[in-house]
């Protein structure tokens, strides 16, 4: 793993779709067992250039995403690298069963993307608003769960897992995110990556909630308070070993996410302190409640999930160390 952080973290000009389907082309020219499978949604995806490029690996399932995943496991079992997308829900929710059964019991090869998590859904509102997907799909044995931060991350991830096996749900943004990583990036899944040193509290974070969290520990920075930042992208296998390291070090954590915190990363790392090192956690992210319509900067106060929430919980762990 060699990640860097870009000197200035400002809004990406590629899209995450347009990066994905570029992606999914290069992989292609190179390997052809990748296929890429739809649920009506590759203008929404941005992969009608894969479409147009490799007509017979490209397969547009309908509204059917129960289906697609039976298809795609199917097409892994002859030998296939199939990458299925739906937004996150459906892919989720909806699909449970047969990722569960087409794809995990029966040890199928198969990539799912969900796009447009948690609050990104914005004015798809609560019916497409996933808040659930990570926790869902966490129940299922040996899967990888991974949420690519940016293009670059996303890129990575994408061409590593094809010299991989198993079942990977890949939660991404279909627009616009911020820029993290440096161009030469690279990352170990199922390793953290830390972005920011520190030695009085510690903040885990993911997806969105990345920015969020650099920017509270830069302004805790300034109170004098030094927060360590890593981003957890693996939400299974979780890295326990950077969790137990934090709390040791730190003694205390908080965790931010763009996701329920039953069952998502506030829950897993809850459960390596309850089993390794107590200390005080405090937790970021969507606490039992359904999506709504609204921009993402309205939904992330709308639901405390901003670098002032961050820093909040953050002073109120460490008021609680021992």
Known sequence: MKASLVKERIIEDKFMRDAYCETLIEIAGQDERLVVLDADLMGSMGTK???KAYP???FDLG??????????????????IPFAHTFAP???R???DQVFLSCGYAKANVRIMGSDPGITAAYNGGTHMPFEDMGIMRNIPNITILEPVDTTMLKDIMKQTMDLYGVFYIRLLRKNAIKIYGADSTFEIGKAVKLKEGEDITIICSGIMVDESLKAAEKLEKEGIKARVLNMFTLKPLDEDSVVKAAKETGAIVTAE?????????????EV????ELVPLERIGVFDRYGQVGDVEYLKKEYNMTYKNIM??????ISRKK
Request: aromatic share 6%.
């Open 273 to 276: 302190l309850c089993e390794n």
């Open 94 to 96: 909806r699909a449970y």
């Open 90 to 92: 459906f892919a989720s």
């Open 49 to 51: 250039l894969f479409l």
């Open 258 to 270: 763009n996701h329920s915190v039953i069952n998502g990363l506030g829950s897993a790392v809850a």
């Open 63 to 80: 509204i059917q995403e129960a289906n697609m995943i039976g298809t795609a496991a199917g097409l892994s079992l002859t030998g296939k």
């Open 312 to 317: 909040k919980k953050a002073k109120r762990a």
């Open 56 to 58: 017979e690996r490209a």
